[in-house]
């Protein structure tokens, strides 16, 4: 059975940090892509952030989160994390990590691109 697992959420202070880890079980992700996106109340899920293990680690970011958050990977490739830092109260939202099993014809910025999800965790960034 194959699972996203996401850790690190809470609640911080304007300008603050966390950092988000979602760990891989029941299969290897070690040659797709990796993502996170979030979810705000009463807004579409939006892409944040992914990694491509195909391509040798290379990443992409929303502009919004560019310069502020980091994303990156175990050696295992088991284990995705987002380094959030200054964040802001627009950040607040539930955090899911993603992951595909295939790049082929894919892009990394579209929900429908990924094939599996973790259950999600909550961030909230307090003015």
């Known amino acids: 059975q194959v699972q996203l697992v996401e850790s690190g959420g809470g609640l911080v202070q304007a300008g603050g940090s966390l950092r988000l880890s979602c760990a891989a079980s029941g299969r290897t992700f070690s040659r797709y892509r990796m993502g996170w996106f979030r979810q705000a109340p009463g807004k579409e899920r939006e892409f944040v952030a992914a990694v491509s293990w195909r391509t040798g680690g290379s990443t992409l970011y929303a502009d919004s989160v560019k310069g502020r958050f980091t994303i990156s990977g175990d050696n295992a490739k088991t284990t995705v994390y987002l380094q959030m830092s200054s964040l802001e109260p627009e950040d607040t939202a539930v955090y899911y990590c993603?992951?595909?099993?295939?790049?082929?014809?894919?892009?990394?910025?579209?929900?429908?691109?990924?094939?599996?999800w973790g259950q999600g965790t909550q961030v909230t960034v307090s003015s």
């Open positions: 993603a992951a595909q099993t295939s790049t082929y014809g894919r892009g990394w910025m579209k929900d429908y691109e990924y094939d599996y």
